[in-house]
C-alpha cells in the first residue's frame, strides 16, 4: 500500500491527506512528528533527503513537495478521481495550475509566517513578537486574501467554477494555518466565508474537520516545543527567519 509520511500540523501534509481521504485512495499514515524533530532522524534521512513533509512512497517509487504528490495521485487515479479536481481541459487545468504557482509566495508564504509568529516566536526568541512585525506580517496576508478573492475566486462557487478542485483544497488549508491561532481571517469577508462552507460541504465537514484537528489545537505546539530535544537546532533555524 502507498504511504504517506504526514504531520497535519502542516498545510501541505493536510492537502495530500485530504485529498487522498476526499477520493477514496487508500494509504497508510506514517507519523513524522515535526516539533519532537522526527524530520531529522536517520530513519526520515533514508526516506527524504530533503528532511520535509509531506513524502509518499508508492512501491519502490518516492516523490517529495505536495503540489507534486496531489498530481502524481490524480493522474494515476484518473480512472476513479473526478475529472473536476484537475480538469482534463486545457484552460481549466491551467486556471488550476496558474492558481498553485501563484499561492507558493502568496498565500502560503504570508499565511505561514503569521502562524509562526503567533504560534512559535514567544519560544523560539523568549519575547513577545514585535508590534510593527506582526502588523506587518498580517497586512501581507490581508493582502494575499483580497488576491484570492477579487482575482481568483472573484463570483464564483469555488476557484475555477461551480466545483471543487485542487485549487481549492490548497487554498483552505493554507488559510487555516493562521486560524488555528485565533486569529479569525474570515471576518468581514462574507464571500471567503460562504466560499469555506462549499468546500467543506464538498470534502466532508467530518473530513475536514479530521484533517484540522491538530491546526485548531495548535496551542499545545510550544510546551511540545520545550520538551524536544531538537529544540536548538530549530531555535537556530528560526531566529534568521525572525530577525
Known amino acids: 500500500m502507498m504511504e504517506?509520511?504526514?504531520?497535519?500540523?502542516?498545510?501541505?501534509c493536510r492537502s495530500v491527506f485530504l485529498f487522498a481521504k476526499a477520493v477514496g485512495i487508500p494509504f497508510e499514515f506514517k507519523l513524522v512528528d515535526l516539533a519532537a524533530g522526527h524530520q531529522y532522524s536517520e530513519e526520515f534521512e533514508k526516506i527524504s533527503l530533503m528532511r520535509k513533509v509531506p513524502v509518499m512512497k508508492d512501491g519502490s517509487f518516492v516523490l517529495t513537495e505536495s503540489v507534486a504528490i496531489l498530481k502524481y495521485l490524480v493522474q494515476k487515479h484518473s480512472s476513479s478521481v473526478a475529472d473536476h479536481w484537475y480538469p482534463a481541459d486545457l484552460q481549466q487545468r491551467s486556471r488550476v495550475n496558474e492558481y498553485l504557482s501563484w499561492q507558493h509566495m502568496n498565500l502560503?508564504?504570508?499565511?505561514?509566517?503569521?502562524?509562526?509568529?503567533?504560534?512559535?516566536?514567544?519560544?523560539?526568541?523568549?519575547?513577545?513578537?514585535?508590534?510593527?512585525k506582526m502588523d506587518s506580517a498580517v497586512e501581507d496576508l490581508n493582502l494575499s486574501l483580497k488576491m484570492l478573492e477579487e482575482k481568483f475566486l472573484q463570483n464564483k462557487p469555488f476557484i475555477i467554477g461551480d466545483k471543487i478542485s485542487l485549487a481549492d483544497l490548497v487554498a483552505i488549508v493554507e488559510i487555516m494555518q493562521p486560524v488555528g491561532t485565533g486569529l479569525d481571517v474570515f471576518e468581514s469577508r462574507p464571500k471567503l466565508t460562504a466560499w469555506r462552507e462549499?468546500?467543506?460541504?464538498?470534502?466532508?465537514?467530518?473530513?475536514?474537520?479530521?484533517?484540522?484537528?491538530?491546526?485548531?489545537?495548535?496551542?499545545?505546539?510550544?510546551?511540545?516545543?520545550?520538551?524536544?530535544?531538537?529544540?536548538?537546532?530549530?531555535?537556530?533555524k528560526y531566529q534568521k527567519f525572525f530577525r
Open 108 to 132: 502560503r508564504a504570508h499565511g505561514s509566517k503569521v502562524f509562526l509568529l503567533r504560534a512559535l516566536y514567544s519560544v523560539i526568541m523568549g519575547c513577545e513578537v514585535p508590534k510593527e
Open 198 to 236: 462549499r468546500v467543506k460541504k464538498a470534502l466532508g465537514e467530518k473530513l475536514f474537520d479530521e484533517g484540522h484537528e491538530e491546526i485548531m489545537t495548535v496551542g499545545s505546539l510550544p510546551q511540545k516545543l520545550q520538551n524536544n530535544s531538537e529544540l536548538e537546532m530549530l531555535k537556530q
Open 4 to 12: 504517506l509520511y504526514l504531520d497535519l500540523h502542516s498545510q501541505p
